[in-house]
C-alpha cells in the first residue's frame, strides 16, 4: 500500500499563487498515472489534472492555463502549481495513483486550499 502526504495548501487572495505537493511514499509513477483531485463541500470529489506514466497532461476544463501539474521521480513527489486562483478553486485537495480512471490507494488526508478575499 502507498500512502500519499499533501501539503502547501493555504488561504490565498483571488488571483494569488500556490503550489502544491503530494510525497508517495514509495515511487509508482511508472505505473500509474498520478492525479491531483479536488472536493469542494457539498461536491464529489473531481479529478482536477493528471500526468501519465509518458508524461502526458491533462487539465479539467475550467483549470486550464491555469494549473500545472508535475511529478519529480527522484522525490517520489506530484506537484501542482495553481495561478490566478478563483474563489471556487476553494477545496480540499488530494492525489492519487489511477488505472482505468479508478483511484487505487488509500487517500491522504488532503491539504485545504481557500481563495477568499
Known amino acids: 500500500q502507498v500512502q500519499f502526504v499533501e501539503s502547501g495548501g493555504g488561504l490565498v487572495q483571488p488571483g494569488g499563487s500556490l503550489r502544491l505537493s503530494c510525497a508517495a511514499s514509495?515511487?509508482?509513477?511508472?505505473?500509474?498515472?498520478m492525479g491531483w483531485y479536488r472536493q469542494a463541500p457539498g461536491k464529489e470529489r473531481e479529478l482536477v489534472a493528471f500526468?501519465?506514466?509518458?508524461?502526458?497532461?491533462n487539465y479539467l476544463d475550467s483549470v486550464k492555463g491555469r494549473f500545472t501539474i508535475s511529478r519529480d521521480n527522484a522525490k517520489n513527489t506530484v506537484y501542482l502549481q495553481m495561478n490566478s486562483l478563483k474563489p471556487e478553486d476553494t477545496a480540499v485537495y488530494y492525489c492519487?495513483?489511477?488505472?482505468?480512471?479508478?483511484?487505487?490507494?488509500?487517500w491522504g488526508q488532503g491539504t485545504q486550499v481557500t481563495v477568499s478575499s
Open positions: 500526468i501519465t506514466t509518458g508524461g502526458r497532461k
Open positions: 514509495r515511487n509508482i509513477f511508472s505505473n500509474y498515472v
Open positions: 492519487n495513483g489511477f488505472r482505468d480512471g479508478v483511484p487505487r490507494h488509500a
